[in-house]
C-alpha cells in the first residue's frame, strides 16, 4: 500500500523505505522510488494550488451581466454574478476553492473561470433585424 498525500502535484516523489530491490549480498532491501503523474481533468486545469477552468457565456449575458452558476472540482454547485460589460477571458475568482494545500487542513487554493464569449452562429431575420436597429446607437457605435 502506498499512501500519496493530500495535494501531491505531478512530479512528487514518494519514497518507500525498504521496499525496493533485494540487496546483492543479502544487505538491506533498497528503497522504492514512485514518482506521482497527475491524470488531466477534462474540466480543470491546475496551476499549483489554484484551478482554472472556462466559463461559456452567451454574448447577450455578457452584456447584460446576470447570475452564473459554476461547479466545483468536488461537484459543488456556486452562484456568483457576472459583471455588465464582462470580456472575453475575464477571469472570475472563487477564493478557497481551489486545491487543498499540503500542510493545511483548512487552507485551499484559488478556482478561476475564464470567460470564453459564445456567440450565435446563425441568426434569424427577426435577431438580424434588432441587431441593426441598434448598431451605430450609443455603446453600439
Known sequence: DIHIPKNAQDGTQLVMRGQGGDAPNGGVNGDLLVVVREIKHNKFIRQGNDLYFQLD???LDALLGGNVIVETID???????????VSDGFKIRFSGKGMPYQDSNSKHGDMYGV???????KLDENEINVLKSLKGKGNFK
Do not use: F, S
Open 57 to 59: 457565456v452567451p454574448i
Open 115 to 121: 470567460v470564453n464569449l459564445k456567440l450565435p452562429t
Open 75 to 85: 461537484g459543488k454547485q456556486l452562484t456568483t454574478k457576472l459583471p455588465q460589460g
